[in-house]
């Protein structure tokens, strides 16, 4: 088979929070570091995943391809500064501006996995924000996964084939899977998700396994430093938010090395894991009294100070005294469904350029015939095939 790019003109313009809120003591350190601006220190990513054989068991880790050495990255604070963001928007521009449409017979389709709406109990997102989202990059395919719940069936409530020009595949997350149920005559898939956090797995189990994951991507950051990097550069943070978005991202060698020595004795799949939830906000409010409440994307209270606390910390976001009514002092959307999508898509190729149903989807997803696009750093809308 012979394989080409299809690179055409882009078709439109993680739980971050959900890890912050995690740990221990976050709203305290969230101000020591607010009120001090303690240095920003950068902590690269050293975890090592160890690959399974093809019976479940450990098999010794091999050098591979993806087993690289990487450049050193830089600090949250450079990555987050105007001068890094402006040069960083000013290449991607000029990459955009280079792409040529190649047309190819058979055009692969871009999906998104991994991803959560309202029936999540993270998420407050809406059927017709997540359908935008798909328009707006190019995506066909939404396989959905949300977090199980005692109060409703979430794979039963939830949009199933068509809607609105794009094709849904409803599922969960649970317990480091991503499970679709068998559909229309379809047997079920079941793809390990996080795989940072599933040292041993039994590979008959599984279809295949996430390459990337967003969330995964971000955890490696300091909490308390990456907090104080966005406070100390809110402005340049919401002049380019798509940048800053990208400033997270890390080549996910550990991810990579140990595909390549799973797929060494047997098929595996790899998928992005987008883990989209459209709830990753910065929302500060100050209030009359001096006091300060911050919110979180599904729009709850995480935490309030008061007295000299909300003075330090109003005072560091340029408001030298209690307002005279409400204000919003930041309110920056992370994670909005379009960036979020565009960041990164997994590109099916259907068996024999097939129509979008059930059954090629599906397929594709299990023989693994699929291929990872960062749009964020460059636009891919599609890649092609010849037979």
Known sequence: ?????????????????EHWRRSSGFWNR?????????????IGHTAESKALSTDGQESPSTSSATEKSVPARLSLSERLSSRFMEAFDADRKQLAEQVQPIDVPYALVRGTFHFHSHFSHDSIGTLEEIVLAAKATGTQIIGLTEHPSRAVDVVAENVKGWHDGVYFLAGTESKNQLHWPGHEAEAELRFVCHPEEVPTFDLTLYEGMEIYNTHSDVKDEPISALIVAMLLNLSTVQEHPEAAFCSFFDYPQDFLARFDRLTAHTRFAGIAGNDSHQNQRLKLVAHADGSIEAFDGTNEQVWKAEGLKAKLLMAALGQSNPPAEKKIL????????ETSMRHVGTFLQLKNGQAINEHSVREALRQGRAILGFELIAPL???GFWV
Do not use: E, R, T
């Open 30 to 42: 969230l101000l020591v570091f607010a009120m001090f601006s303690l240095l920003v220190i950068a």
């Open 330 to 337: 930041a309110n920056v959307q992370l994670d909005p469904y």
């Open 1 to 17: 088979m012979k394989v080409l790019l299809h690179i055409s003109k882009p078709s439109g313009s993680a739980n971050i929070l």
């Open 381 to 383: 809308p599609a890649v």
